[in-house]
């Protein structure tokens, strides 16, 4: 009774896992199919059952298997691996091939476990997508003298924003907020051109973005919003080797860092963040709050200052808020 109660229970444990599972006799005659390898690879049991593994492949898979399978029955506590692209279906899934063996050491059969790889497979192509624009890139920008590039980049920034009628101009705005509230403090010093600079470039990591994420008209996923939280970085790989001094690329690198160390790319707080990224902070919130997006409309500028004021000391440098509403209040910003 007991080995009759274990038996079901290993069956079931292998019907109800969600990897797909065949099971072949010592033969290659498949015995077993469960529901998982059904979805996974499109299958019907009732047509595999019973048949042998090979012939239950295409004919221009046939060798492959043949030899996975001749390979596994003479090489016990291995496994074969294979990578399959069902164009058919547009998935991925990734076949375990694994002997099993008695304590005599004879062949019992086989074991295929079926795992669908789809989302992960193009979550690294899309990784490998943007990692190979960041370095062609990198590449041209390295072909050229430091200040034809910087104006190149600018140009970039400004065709990537004129695509998008709800962002076309936002970098040039925030530049323009960004000095104002430097000067203002600091008056033009050695660093007035490197803000300058960052401010205009702080989004061209986002042409390393794909548009569908960029453009897209209603709210992003979170594994969109993920994506796109990677300009900062992009944008900052981008810009280092044009920055021998390091004066502009962390700017660019660090502006979505928050004051209370909840930003992002490296999660800084305080004086860790550069000051010129403080101040860039400020002004790119500001004129996306000003600026009319797919899923709202535009804040009034009341409710931007307010937005401002109560993010002081948490997103926000208080120092350079200070400075904002000095500025706004009087009408040196719209």
Same mark, same amino acid.
Request: charged share 30%.
């Given at each position: +009774?007991?080995? =009759? ?23 290659? &005659? ?5 529901? %998982? %390898? ?7 049991? =009732? ?5 042998? +593994? ?8 046939? $060798? ?19 990578? /399959? ?14 002997? &099993?063996?008695?304590?005599?050491? @004879? ?29 062609? %890139? ?21 065709? *990537?924003?004129?695509?998008? !009628? ?53 709210? *992003? ?13 992009? %944008?900052?790989?981008?810009?280092? #080797? *044009?920055? #021998? ?25 305080? =004086? ?6 403080? /101040? ?8 996306? +709050?000003?600026?009319?997006? #797919? ?5 009034? !500028?009341?409710?931007?200052?307010? $937005? ?5 000391? @948490?997103? !926000? ?18």
């Amino acid at each position: +009774m007991e080995r =009759e109660w274990l038996d079901n229970l290993y069956r079931l444990v292998l019907q109800q896992t969600q990897d797909g599972i065949i099971l072949s006799d010592a033969d290659g &005659v498949i015995v077993f199919v469960n529901d %998982a %390898a059904e979805r996974i690879r499109n299958i019907q049991r =009732e047509n595999i059952l019973g048949h042998s +593994m090979v012939d239950c492949h295409k004919e221009t898979s046939r $060798e492959k298997v043949n030899r996975a399978l001749g390979y596994l029955k003479s090489h016990e506590g291995n496994a074969v691996s294979r990578m /399959v692209t069902d164009s058919v279906n547009d998935k991925y899934y990734e076949n375990i091939y694994t002997p &099993v063996f008695d304590e005599t050491h @004879t062949l019992q059969g086989v074991s295929v476990i079926s795992r669908d790889i789809t989302e992960r497979r193009r979550a690294e192509e899309s990784k490998a997508a943007i990692q190979r624009a960041q370095e062609v %890139a990198h590449a041209t920008l390295m072909e050229k003298y430091h200040s034809l590039m910087m104006t190149s980049m600018e140009m970039l920034t400004n065709l *990537l924003e004129a695509r998008d !009628f709800y962002t076309n101009g936002h970098s040039k705005r925030v530049c323009e907020i960004a000095t104002k509230l430097f000067e203002h403090r600091n008056g033009i010093d050695e660093h007035f051109l490197d803000i300058q600079w960052a401010a205009k470039l702080h989004d061209i990591g986002k042409i390393c973005i794909p548009d569908a994420i960029v453009h897209k008209p209603g709210k *992003l996923t979170s594994e969109e919003y993920e994506t796109i939280k990677m300009h900062s970085a992009l %944008a900052s790989d981008i810009i280092r #080797p *044009l920055d #021998p001094g390091s004066r502009i690329w962390p700017m660019i690198r660090y502006h979505h860092e928050r004051y209370d160390g909840k930003g992002y790319p490296d999660g800084r707080g305080g =004086e860790e963040i550069p000051d010129g990224a403080r /101040v860039i902070a400020i002004a790119d919130t500001y004129d996306a +709050m000003r600026s009319c997006r #797919p899923y709202r409309s535009a804040m009034s !500028f009341d409710q931007c200052i307010e $937005e401002i004021k109560a993010n002081a000391g @948490t997103q !926000f440098d208080p120092k350079w808020v200070k400075v904002f509403l000095e500025l706004a209040t009087t009408g040196s910003i719209d």
